[in-house]
């Protein structure tokens, strides 16, 4: 095998292989905080110094390569996604140092304890069941409700749920 210049090198050796490029985040909506690999949640804010570290943490092999500089890239806020750009460097053929961008996103899943499951099959009652949904805010305080054919599914914080059960009657739940 010939030897390979250095500029060579930058082309042909990639050094972010075998760095993790994708990673998932629970978040909770609710109180806005992040859950730490050590099931610790954290108060963070969008591209703050806690998330910064929050994320670099949880990457694998980051400590295959030397971390020079890290910086959150603009993503819509409804994505649900957040993009960490990375500047890398890493020693390769007779102590030449290679240097590399990439970027890692992250996908935020939010963290929910409940799911009440509301099924209606009589049309004229389904207003009864909106009003008593729209009076007790059960909508509203949901963090994802998914809706199937005579069956609404609402997923919430646990304190959540049981406040939607007293409301609402039993006649309603998917059993």
């Not at 110094?49 to 500089?69: E, F």
């Not at 509301?118 to 009003?131: D, I, P």
């Not at 054919?149 to 007293?166: A, P, T």
Request: with cysteine; hydrophobic share 40%.
């Amino acid at each position: 095998m010939l030897p390979i210049c250095v500029s060579s090198a930058c082309s042909e050796v990639d050094i972010t292989e075998g760095l993790q490029k994708h990673a998932t985040l629970l978040h909770c909506p609710e109180c806005d905080r992040y859950l730490k690999p050590s099931k610790a949640w954290i108060q963070a804010q969008l591209e703050s110094k806690q998330l910064s570290t929050l994320c670099l943490k949880m990457l694998k092999n980051l400590n295959k390569v030397r971390l020079i500089h890290a910086e959150f890239v603009w993503t819509e806020p409804h994505s649900k996604r957040i993009k960490v750009k990375l500047r890398v460097q890493k020693e390769v053929l007779n102590g030449a140092i290679l240097e590399q961008v990439y970027i890692v996103e992250y996908v935020q899943k939010e963290h929910w304890v409940a799911s009440v499951q509301v099924r209606q099959h009589v049309r004229r009652t389904l207003f009864h069941l909106e009003q008593l949904i729209l009076r007790h805010d059960a909508a509203g305080r949901a963090i994802k409700i998914k809706q199937l054919d005579h069956v609404i599914d609402f997923f919430g914080d646990l304190s959540h749920g049981k406040n939607f059960h007293k409301h609402i009657p039993q006649a309603y739940y998917h059993k």
